[in-house]
Nanobody, 122 residues
Framework: QVRLVESGGGLVQAGGSLRLSCVAS????????MGWFRQAPGKEREIVAG????????YYADSVKGRFTISSDNAKNTVYLQMNDLEPEDTAVYYC???????????????WGQGTQVTVSS
């Protein structure tokens, strides 16, 4: 089974930045989509960003568009989420995910990371 290990979460002030990393133990196929979800207290889990296996196509939720950037390094089996101009509303547990059957957006991921806490203070 593919294992996804996340890192990079933490506590920052509004307007600050963080970069999340997700390392996959292996790839299940030559094509897949990876992405990031988040779940805040009292809210449903939501998709934040997605990326194609080549890294040439991306998707962003409207709430983070223009502030977050998803990228990948295939040689390192790693996907990143650069988060800039963070807002208190971004506070959540962020989960990395991999969907072997998706092109860009991991609609039904088969593999999930353990989650990393991002807290933005005002």
């Amino acid at each position: 089974q593919v294992r996804l290990v996340e890192s990079g979460g933490g506590l920052v002030q509004a307007g600050g930045s963080l970069r999340l990393s997700c390392v996959a133990s292996e790839r299940t196929s030559s094509t897949y989509a990876m992405g990031w979800f988040r779940q805040a207290p009292g809210k449903e889990r939501e998709i934040v960003a997605g990326i194609s296996w080549r890294g040439d196509s991306t998707y962003y939720a409207d709430s983070v568009k223009g502030r977050f950037t998803i990228s990948s390094d295939n040689a390192k089996n790693t996907v990143y989420l650069q988060m800039n101009d963070l807002e208190p509303e971004d506070t959540a547990v962020y989960y990395c995910a991999l969907d072997p059957r998706a092109a860009v957006v991991p609609v039904e991921p088969d593999y999930w990371g353990q989650g990393t806490q991002v807290t933005v203070s005002s």
